[in-house]
């Protein structure tokens, strides 16, 4: 079914079709009209009705429907009224019985027979057979009979309105859905009734699909205002990604993760990196530090490696070097050795970077093995130790994307020597 999963769509188990009774009442006005004749119940038929509704409410539905066969059987003697009662308690034993087609064809029957049958009654088995249709998942049908049933009633309550919307919805006619699941809004604040937590999701899904990031942001405001959750928080905040307001966006992830509403690693870590996108690095190591405190985020290489790399945007080089080690630790991965030496580098700690690097080419596995041997080299270089640092260029060298600049190293560090050597006096 198309889009189900999505919509937090109202449970349409028929929860405006209450049992038939002898007299149903429906909240939709009727437009005035020209006054009929209605025909009544015998005594006979009201009894049997009567006897109907017992086994009805008992759940007898077997017993149930033998009285109305028995009455059917005699459908020659019944007015249209009591035909029109009979197919009516027909309905509700075949929605109980799970026969929605036979539901179907007892409303049809309702609406064949001409005078005699209350408007109320007409309309109501008009309005059934739109709620069916929609079961059935003849969408547009559903559309096509609430139209109908629109046009025989004074005003329309919001479900009826939300039904037609929803109908819109799984048709993919999203310009018609919004007016609609919007009417369903505006009549239940006319009612004074709470808009309804369904009603709002299904409008915000209308807009998401127009592609208006904005009205599906201000539903979702409104959603969070009434039912705070996880799911509307990050909806939010990926609605504002989607318009690139990532200071917006962050903002909500914040507020969700202060109101305790981030229930995942994922959320958390995503929000982490949103502050680092923002530049803003402390709040993202105060949040991974907390939540792997509490458990929440796992303390493993990888999500070590996220925070290190938050630690290296704040310029916080040292508190680094233990992460990193441990991530190396956990890891044993040979670019975890790579990311702490160069962590070392920007510390000038260079025979510890020599030591990381060594350990990474050792491992193996490195996608440019001629970068780990430049950078040793330049340790080596820095450290003074222009032999190993030669050999360590020499090593880079045999790269072909290193090559040329590993070469001009060799050449700088053999002059180096050269140089100090004069200096010695030969």
């Known amino acids: 079914m198309k889009h189900w999963p999505q919509l937090l769509i109202i449970t349409l188990a028929l929860v405006l079709m209450p049992t038939p009774g002898l007299a149903q009442k429906d909240d939709d006005q009727r437009k005035p009209r020209t006054t009929r004749k209605t025909e009544k119940l015998s005594p006979a038929v009201y009894e049997k009705i009567t006897a109907a509704q017992e086994a009805l409410d008992a759940k007898d539905l077997a017993k149930a429907a033998s009285i109305l066969d028995e009455l059917l059987a005699k459908a020659d003697g019944l007015n249209n009224y009591e035909q029109a009662q009979v197919y009516n308690f027909y309905a509700a034993v075949h929605y109980e019985q799970e026969q929605i087609d036979r539901t179907i064809e007892d409303y049809k029957s309702i609406l064949r027979l001409g005078e005699g049958v209350p408007e109320q009654l007409r309309n109501n088995s008009l309005f059934r057979l739109a709620q069916l249709y929609f079961v059935r998942e003849d969408y547009a049908l559903s559309v096509?009979?609430?139209?109908?049933?629109?046009?025989?009633?004074?005003?329309?309550?919001?479900?009826?309105?939300?039904?037609?919307?929803?109908?819109?919805?799984?048709?993919?006619?999203?310009?018609?859905?919004?007016?609609?699941?919007?009417?369903?809004?505006?009549?239940?604040?006319?009612?004074?009734?709470?808009?309804?937590?369904?009603?709002?999701?299904?409008?915000?899904?209308?807009?998401?699909?127009?592609?208006?990031?904005?009205?599906?942001?201000?539903?979702?405001?409104?959603?969070?205002?009434?039912?705070?959750?996880?799911?509307?928080?990050?909806?939010?905040?990926?609605?504002?990604?989607?318009?690139q307001l990532q200071e917006a966006q962050l903002a909500v992830m914040h507020a969700a993760y202060r109101a305790g509403m981030l229930e995942s690693e994922s959320d958390v870590l995503n929000m982490a990196r949103l502050y680092?996108?923002?530049?803003?690095?402390?709040?993202?190591?105060?949040?991974?530090?907390?939540?792997?405190?509490?458990?929440?985020?796992?303390?493993?290489?990888?999500?070590?490696?996220?925070?290190?790399?938050?630690?290296?945007?704040?310029?916080?080089?040292?508190?680094?070097?233990?992460?990193?080690?441990?991530?190396?630790?956990?890891?044993?991965?040979?670019?975890?050795?790579?990311?702490?030496?160069?962590?070392?580098?920007?510390?000038?700690?260079?025979a510890a970077a020599v030591d990381a690097f060594e350990q990474a080419l050792s491992i193996g596995g490195l996608e440019r093995p001629g970068s780990a041997y430049m950078q040793i080299g330049t340790a080596?270089?820095?450290?003074?130790?222009?032999?190993?640092?030669?050999?360590?260029?020499?090593?880079?060298?045999a790269y072909s994307d290193y090559r040329d600049q590993a070469t001009r190293w060799v050449a700088f560090v053999n002059q180096e020597v050269e140089r100090?050597?004069?200096?010695?006096?030969g």
Not at 214 to 242: F, T
Not at 420 to 425: L, Q, T
């Open 144 to 243: 096509r009979v609430l139209d109908q049933w629109m046009q025989q009633v004074e005003s329309v309550r919001p479900e009826a309105h939300m039904l037609q919307a929803q109908a819109y919805y799984q048709l993919g006619d999203y310009d018609a859905a919004a007016p609609a699941a919007i009417a369903a809004l505006q009549e239940a604040k006319r009612r004074e009734q709470a808009p309804r937590e369904q009603w709002l999701a299904l409008l915000r899904a209308i807009y998401y699909e127009q592609g208006d990031y904005a009205k599906a942001s201000r539903v979702l405001g409104e959603l969070i205002a009434g039912w705070p959750s996880p799911n509307y928080y990050k909806q939010l905040a990926g609605m504002l990604g989607l318009m």
């Open 276 to 350: 680092m996108a923002e530049d803003a690095p402390y709040p993202a190591i105060d949040v991974i530090r907390d939540a792997m405190r509490s458990g929440m985020v796992e303390a493993n290489a990888e999500n070590l490696q996220l925070l290190a790399q938050a630690m290296a945007l704040a310029k916080e080089y040292e508190q680094q070097i233990p992460v990193l080690e441990r991530a190396a630790e956990l890891s044993g991965d040979a670019r975890q050795y790579v990311y702490l030496g160069q962590a070392q580098i920007a510390l000038y700690d260079w």
């Open 380 to 397: 080596h270089y820095n450290l003074k130790r222009y032999g190993p640092a030669r050999q360590a260029f020499k090593e880079a060298a």
């Open 420 to 425: 100090e050597r004069a200096m010695r006096g």
